[in-house]
């Protein structure tokens, strides 16, 4: 199925082994020839495209249904030329965005129901290929927060409601209600902590929390801002977020480091038992007995009939095709049957 190196199967199965799925998340599409594996990919590429497009997806559709009145008649609010009354082309594609409107609103309800029921029947930890193609939502929370990705979609999809469509002409409490929601999800997100790693859920929190100093400053300032107020907010957006990089940096960079150390600490271990058993067998061969062995010492003295061990020993490695050889059989009985 895949080239050799990658995995020792030759013929795909309902349940592989997880290893092979691992390696086959980073592996080029050219190093594989099963049909089914190349499907489970592109899947789990769709999937990811869509959670990442979603929220230009449902800024897109909120947008043509965002209207301001004007006297008898209301304008789109990007577009003011547009009417959304009379405008015939816009009345055309009305149902055209219905329906895409009600698609971005299923679409975390639809995934928390699919990922509910992989979970609910053991499937969701069990198979390999859905752990593949689900993993893109999956993977990055711990495992009984297996569906906060859904609640991350629908949590943009509110946000983005409350920008742009919800108070088009009372900005102080458009503002009011982001601040609000920010700090829900801030207290959420304190309380749960759903994230594996214990830097994606400080980067969450910051960024939770300055979003929602933002928009408790944005509350009170003047529409529009001035030009020294809109480069204040920048510069403090700027530090927060330069802050958060270099912390989620040196935090990586402990990691990796602790991690070379740990490395280093394993491999030294054995090159210091290996050290000790071939002066274990120097040992052993200069006062005539084995210390790994000593039924084979005290055999040898015994009977008077011990041999010199053999320079080499040849070994044999199983391929992983066929089962592993069978022991040697123990010296033990021939000896006595020499005596």
Same mark, same amino acid.
């Given at each position: 199925?895949?080239?050799?190196?990658?995995?020792?199967?030759?013929?795909?199965?309902?349940?592989?082994?997880?290893?092979?799925?691992?390696?086959?998340?980073?592996?080029?599409?050219?190093?594989?020839?099963?049909?089914?594996?190349?499907?489970?990919?592109?899947?789990?590429?769709?999937?990811?495209?869509?959670?990442?497009?979603?929220?230009?997806?449902?800024?897109?559709?909120?947008?043509?249904?965002?209207?301001?009145?004007?006297?008898?008649?209301?304008?789109?609010?990007?577009?003011?030329?547009?009417?959304?009354?009379?405008?015939?082309?816009?009345?055309?594609?009305?149902?055209?965005?219905?329906?895409?409107?009600?698609?971005?609103?299923?679409?975390?309800?639809?995934?928390?129901?699919?990922?509910?029921?992989?979970?609910?029947?053991?499937?969701?930890?069990?198979?390999?290929?859905?752990?593949?193609?689900?993993?893109?939502?999956?993977?990055?929370?711990?495992?009984?927060?297996?569906?906060?990705?859904?609640?991350?979609?629908?949590?943009?999809?509110?946000?983005?409601?409350?920008?742009?469509?919800?108070?088009?002409?009372?900005?102080?409490?458009?503002?009011?209600?982001?601040?609000?929601?920010?700090?829900?999800?801030?207290?959420?997100?304190?309380?749960?902590?759903?994230?594996?790693?214990?830097?994606?859920?400080?980067?969450?929190?910051?960024?939770?929390?300055?979003?929602?100093?933002?928009?408790?400053?944005?509350?009170?300032?003047?529409?529009?801002?001035?030009?020294?107020?809109?480069?204040?907010?920048?510069?403090?957006?700027?530090?927060?977020?330069?802050?958060?990089?270099?912390?989620?940096?040196?935090?990586?960079?402990?990691?990796?480091?602790?991690?070379?150390?740990?490395?280093?600490?394993?491999?030294?271990?054995?090159?210091?038992?290996?050290?000790?058993?071939? =002066?274990?067998? *120097?040992?052993?061969?200069? +006062?005539? &007995?084995?210390?790994?062995? %000593?039924?084979?010492?005290?055999?040898? $003295? /015994?009977?008077?009939?011990?041999?010199?061990?053999?320079? =080499?020993?040849? *070994?044999?490695?199983?391929? +992983?095709? &066929?089962?592993?050889?069978? %022991?040697?059989?123990?010296?033990?009985? $021939? /000896?006595?049957?020499?005596?």
């Amino acid at each position: 199925m895949y080239r050799a190196g990658y995995c020792k199967y030759a013929v795909f199965e309902a349940h592989p082994e997880p290893e092979c799925w691992q390696s086959l998340i980073g592996l080029p599409l050219s190093d594989i020839s099963d049909w089914s594996v190349i499907v489970h990919r592109y899947q789990r590429s769709t999937l990811a495209f869509i959670c990442g497009s979603y929220m230009s997806i449902v800024q897109t559709v909120l947008q043509f249904f965002s209207c301001t009145e004007y006297g008898d008649d209301a304008y789109m609010s990007s577009y003011p030329s547009i009417s959304c009354l009379n405008d015939s082309e816009y009345l055309r594609l009305t149902p055209l965005f219905g329906a895409m409107l009600v698609l971005v609103i299923a679409l975390p309800f639809a995934l928390g129901g699919v990922l509910y029921y992989l979970e609910s029947s053991g499937r969701l930890k069990s198979s390999p290929a859905l752990r593949l193609v689900f993993g893109t939502l999956t993977e990055g929370y711990q495992h009984r927060f297996y569906f906060w990705e859904c609640y991350v979609l629908l949590r943009r999809f509110i946000i983005s409601a409350i920008a742009i469509v919800a108070f088009t002409t009372d900005i102080p409490s458009r503002f009011t209600f982001l601040t609000l929601v920010n700090v829900m999800v801030l207290g959420i997100h304190f309380i749960l902590r759903p994230y594996s790693l214990v830097m994606d859920n400080f980067a969450e929190s910051g960024s939770v929390v300055a979003l929602s100093i933002l928009t408790l400053f944005l509350i009170a300032a003047p529409n529009p801002l001035p030009v020294a107020l809109t480069a204040g907010v920048s510069a403090m957006c700027a530090v927060i977020a330069i802050g958060l990089v270099v912390r989620i940096a040196s935090s990586r960079y402990e990691a990796v480091v602790k991690r070379g150390r740990m490395a280093g600490g394993r491999k030294s271990g054995p090159r210091d038992s290996g050290s000790t058993t071939s =002066s274990g067998v *120097l040992a052993a061969a200069a +006062g005539g &007995g084995n210390e790994i062995n %000593p039924r084979l010492s005290s055999s040898a $003295a /015994g009977t008077g009939t011990g041999t010199a061990p053999p320079d =080499s020993v040849e *070994l044999t490695v199983p391929d +992983g095709d &066929g089962p592993p050889p069978p %022991p040697p059989e123990d010296d033990d009985d $021939a /000896g006595d049957d020499a005596d």
